[in-house]
């Protein structure tokens, strides 16, 4: 029985003009390239397919892949894809083949020219050239379906505008500034983790299968709870790991747990601002904890307090001493700073009829951390700036303060950002305890 | 009989605002419940939350005996869900959108043309099924949604203002299809704002203010002998002496008596109904009405309300 999801989109996608049109095109461009200049046919096709392919797989996929959810939305059929008895894993990958599907039979067309070409120019790297660009079109198709999945359960305006699909379709941009012209990437090695790669094109391959299978595995967890399928919170963390490990291999010099601590941090950034963190879901943690459902609590877990966590966590780790002084200290404080942050979205988040909680949030934060210590700064009062903002010091090597010091001033902000999320909690049950605001539809 | 869904203390917030509180309550299996109730009194969350759309922030709910929190993809086999806003598949014809719905609801291929023709027959939609669903006018494009909500055969069906938008026509078509569905063993929970069209076809009532039940309760049975029913008599023209003589009448509570009308509360059976009105025959009061009044689903509600609101005060 074939994917009813995947059989639905190639409903949609595919028509007889759409079948006929889509190689008709191709074979005119094809046969331009073939006969256009002084270099060889083979090069001039080898090169068209590779272009052709990012257009048409990787952008025009991508904003395919980025309707397959928010049309859903939009369309007000996603209660009934919800309400389907079809299990998470076939919806996915219903959805990131279906969607696309008509983007990959054309990308299948250019592929097949290029491996022709491929093999006519004698060039020994067309099959990682071919596997390269099949793995970044999944990965992208993949990583823009769990960006919308990601946002779509609370950021409504957001899927109204469109979608995430747009930070992918940029991406995508980036990628084809390289992978549209293989020429120009060097064959030279690679060194990762102490390993000699030979080939960099290899290297390319190992990197967007990972971030393809990772992505893929994200879109299926978001999947799984967007059909309330709850899953507990470790696969977040276990990507930021991964992440690590892959950025640290490239250098011998930067320790392991301060790449992790900055991606960990990076990505606890990424969630607060994309996550919702209203009181409801705060409260819903409470209950559950009181109830001693520790699953239900893992379950309603927003993810950026896993990262937080790693966070702290690698901050110790850090066995390294630069100019700013003592590593672990300086991460330490830092992961402060972070909690802080994160306190302070709380704050305005847990506000009543809090209206773009974020935006505000960020809006301070800035002033809070370059605004004000830049006007103290200005005016001489160093000191002030420098209790503003103690990452300062770190930055630009100033002469006073110390790592303790610094890690005194981050528990401070710390401190105080807690105190005002603890003051919204309790204003808030008070206000509970008094009249019923009001009655939802 | 068995109860087909069970809410055990289910409450649900929106930011700044409770839509469930503390609800509990049953529905009979088999039943066709009609939820009604003001804007915003929960009706759309609840059903959401029985759908497993929504995670109460408390509670449970089970249908079928299934955990809907625990257990939604299994429970989604079992039920069918039309939302308030529903939306189709502009682009596919109505035969694709049925076996689309058919397929993802685990049926069988060689089950899904027999799924198709007989769910477009009952909502006489066989001679649209190659036309596209957006081609098709919104009481068409309901019967479409409403295909794809049973044409799996759910045990519940859940509708959320099912008749909103429809003609007259559409609207006695689709109260002929919830009694059929009814009577091929389905239990319905319908949301309505229009009580007089719930009428036709409800069998229990429930009703829910300020996210709160209110009542729920069947709404039509066999009296019993020792229950107190409502009866209205009616005379060809004026009698002085009728209240009088209701009130002397054994088993008669006088509600509202005038010299040619009255509504009376009559504690007795059908024998006891019949002697009655042959005393009042036999009286020589011109009787042209006697019979029992079976309160509409609108009065009932109301009245619900106006005892909630003098309970509340």
Known sequence: MINPEFRRNLWLSFSMHRLIAMPALLGLVFLTAAFYGSASSARNLYSTATVLFTLIVCLWGSINANSAIIEELRDKTWDQQCMSALDPWTMTWGK????????????????????????????????????????????????????????????????????????????????????????????????????????????????????????????????????????????????????????????????????????????????????????????????????????????DLPLWPTTLLLAFLFAPMADFTSRAGDGATMLFAMALLLLRDACIILFFSFAPNARRPVVVAVLYIIVLDFLLPFLFKSLGLQAIAYFLNPGSRMFFSETYGSDRVDLLIAGIHAAVALGFVAWRIHESKRREAGPQPGIAA | MAAMIRISRLTFNYPGLRALDDVSLEVEAGSVTALVGPNGAGKTTLLRCIAGLETPLAGSIEVAGMDVIEQPRAVHRRMGYLSDFFGLYQELTVARCLEYAAASQGLPDAAIAQAIRDTAQRLHLSDRLAQTSGSLSRGLRQRVAIGQAIIHQPMVLLLDEPASGLDPEARSELAILFRQLQASGMTLLVSSHILAELDEYSTHLLALRDGRVLENRALQTIASADEVRILHLQLAAPDARLPDWLSGQAGVICKAVESDFAEIGFHGGANAQAALLAALVQTGFAVIRFAEHQENLQQSYLRSVAAHLEKTQ
């Open chain 1, 96 to 299: 990131l083949f279906g969607a696309t599907s008509f983007n990959w039979y054309g990308g299948a067309i250019c592929l097949v020219v290029l491996a022709l070409s491929g093999i006519t120019a004698n060039r020994s790297d067309w099959l990682l050239d071919l596997l390269n660009l099949i793995a970044i079109g999944i990965l992208l198709h993949a990583t823009v379906i769990a960006l919308n999945l990601h946002t779509a359960r609370f950021e409504t305006n957001l899927i109204r505008r469109g979608g995430m699909g747009w930070i992918v379709i940029v991406f995508a941009y980036l990628l084809f500034q390289t992978l549209a012209f293989p020429f120009l990437i060097s064959s030279s090695s690679v060194l990762w983790w102490g390993m000699t790669i030979g080939s960099q094109k290899v290297f390319m391959l190992g990197s967007a299968l990972l971030f393809m299978v990772c992505a893929i595995f994200a879109a299926w967890r978001l999947m799984s709870n967007a059909l309330q399928v709850r899953t507990l919170p470790w696969a977040w963390p276990l990507f930021v790991l991964i992440l690590s490990a892959y950025y640290a291999g490239f250098s011998s010099k930067t320790p392991f747990s301060f790449v992790g601590f900055f991606i960990a941090a990076a990505l606890s950034y990424a969630t607060l601002l994309t996550e919702s963190n209203s009181l409801l879901i705060w409260n819903k943690l409470r209950l559950r904890w009181q109830a001693k459902n520790w699953r239900g609590f893992l379950a």
